[in-house]
């Protein structure tokens, strides 16, 4: 008996040391998706000005960091920053530090880490619509309390996070929302392997300077790999915003594309166009380019990009469809990026689809703010008998209920105008009355915009705080109310600005930033 109690116990013991074990690299499996997946989304978001110039700092959220826009070169501060080269002499140095989903108590939590590190003498300020629905918890800053980083990723405990949202325990927190949704499944490690290894490793890192330099060595000792090496200085250079360099990329490629017209060059092209900004020649190319290599997802995919930008949403859709039906199986995060940006054209035909599209997305990257994104223009066509349907359709496991089910309890409290919450208010006033406070005492001044599109009592509260504050306000929405161009034009579907809407709300805030620095 005693043999048998040992042999069970020796068997426990194993068993708990491989449990722990397992839980152990899970743990450290998600930390290292998490920090992967932070740095891939980042990008280097400094517009560099002459020395001397000032340095002002744009914090918010995804209508700062520029979601719907194709290129950082059309977000309001780089807008802002071509602005004010026109005027003066003196280049400033523009900071974009906007991160999609931010509310006033991100902003506030960050901003004496980016205080430190910019030094700015302006700090541009809009956020707000997040507070809406995150209705985050009130932050007190004393003296010396602010966070110790800038850094939009936080090390927890992922696990446990993980383990309570799947069993139908409190959601993920959704810090990473609206994040640019292509990113690749594993990021090449940078400073490692062949130059071209390297620079796209840099790039993933967020050190676009670097991969430049990744690129160029590239060239030398990789020139048959010229097409994507090319693609990417394109897109490089122009986040960097160095037009020139990123053109004489583009211009190799369609020298290389008229030469020989593959389903490689046509890709590359596409990309690079879009990577420029010339969205227009993009739709051109890729519409023939499906003709002649209707087997390319990729192509499919910047061709449903182009159809959503015109509101085309019935041709959109029908491109994600097949985007979808060729995208490779094993990459997960590309395939609910994809079901994502479908569920947003199909939702006025068939909210059923749209639905059960976001949640099979859920299911593949766990990305829940990325699914609410998905969400906000067919809130209104969703219902807890439709959501209760679409989860019996697609026949769910256990966990994946439990998954599912967090993400229908959001959609649910969803509405299309958001209702005025006393409590989210006070903190809201408070949160930004804190960051003209600590701006002020280093020396910053602030300047609080409008969103351009109606938000109730948030543009009440600031329209109210700059003038019991004296604090400029940059009224976005007065410009949108009054100016001429449609909807269609200013936006995208899902309520995001296009190039065009942020090019306006880069000169309405060049406008009164140049009258500040001529003072």
């Known amino acids: ?28 499996v998600l930390q290292i998706a998490s920090y992967v997946t932070y740095l891939t989304y980042s990008r280097d978001q400094v517009a560099t000005g002459a020395e001397g110039g000032a340095t002002i700092l744009c914090i918010g959220d995804s209508y700062t960091f520029g979601l719907g826009s194709s290129s950082p070169e059309e977000t309001y501060p780089a807008t802002l920053q071509r602005q004010l080269k026109k005027q ?10 906007g991160w999609p989903g931010h509310n006033s108590r991100d902003l506030l939590q960050q901003l004496d880490a980016q205080l430190a590190a910019h030094s700015p003498d302006l700090v541009l300020v809009l956020v707000g619509i997040n507070d809406t629905w995150s ?8 003296e010396g309390t602010g966070s110790a980083t800038g850094s939009n990723w936080a090390w927890r405990w992922r696990t446990g996070r993980l383990f309570a949202w799947a069993f139908g325990g409190s959601a993920p927190p959704v810090a990473d929302a609206e994040t640019a949704e292509s990113a690749s499944e594993s990021a090449p490690q940078a400073g490692t392997g062949p130059p071209l290894q390297r620079a796209w490793g840099h ?32 897109q490089t250079h122009s986040s960097l915003n160095q037009s020139d360099e990123a053109r004489h990329s583009l211009q190799w490629i369609e020298g290389e594309h008229a030469r020989a017209e593959t389903q490689q ?23 023939a380019g499906v003709r002649a290599h209707g087997a390319s997802h990729r192509l499919w995919w910047n061709l449903g990009e182009g159809h959503y930008r015109h509101w085309q949403l019935d041709a959109a859709e029908q491109a994600y469809d097949r985007c979808l039906l060729l995208s490779p199986p094993h990459e997960s995060v590309w395939r609910a990026s994809v079901m994502r940006a479908c569920a947003r054209t199909c939702y006025e035909r068939d909210a059923g689809k749209s639905l059960k599209l976001v949640i099979r997305s859920l299911l ?28 019996a359709e697609l026949g769910l496991a256990p966990a994946q209920q439990g998954a599912a089910q967090q993400l229908v309890t959001v959609m649910l409290s969803m509405t299309d105008v958001p209702q ?36 109730p009592f948030i543009v009440d509260i600031v329209r109210a705080l700059g003038k019991k504050t004296g604090a400029t306000v940059v009224d976005v929405l007065r410009l949108f109310e009054i100016t001429a161009l449609s909807r269609e034009d200013l936006f995208i579907p899902d309520g995001h600005c296009s190039g065009r809407g942020y090019r306006l709300m880069g000169e309405a805030a060049a406008a009164i930033v140049a009258k500040h620095l001529a003072r």
């Not at 790999?225 to 200085?233: E, M, S």
């Not at 006070?426 to 600590?438: A, M, P, V, W």
Request: net charge negative; glycine share 6%.
């Open 1 to 28: 008996m005693s043999a048998k109690l040992a042999l069970n116990s020796s068997r426990c013991k194993r068993w708990f040391g491989i449990v722990v074990l397992s839980i152990v690299l899970l743990e450290v």
């Open 88 to 97: 003066r002499l003196a280049e400033p140095t523009v900071i974009n530090a």
């Open 135 to 142: 209705k985050p918890e009130h932050l007190e800053l004393g």
């Open 203 to 234: 790039v993933g890192a967020g050190n676009l300077r670097a991969a430049v330099v990744a690129f160029d060595e590239a060239l030398e000792r990789q020139p048959e790999d010229a097409l994507t090496i090319h693609k990417g200085l394109a």
């Open 265 to 287: 060059t046509t890709e590359a092209l596409v990309d690079a166009l879009v990577a420029v900004g010339e969205h227009e020649r993009a739709f051109e190319v890729v519409s």
């Open 364 to 391: 593949l990257d766990g990305n829940l703010g990325l699914c609410i994104v998905a969400m906000k223009p067919a809130r209104s066509r969703y219902s807890a008998n439709l959501a209760k349907q679409c989860m």
């Open 420 to 455: 005025k919450d006393e409590a989210m208010c006070r903190i809201f006033d408070s949160h930004l009355r804190q960051i003209i406070e600590r701006c002020d005492q280093a020396g910053a001044e602030v300047m609080l915009m409008t969103y351009p599109m109606p938000t």
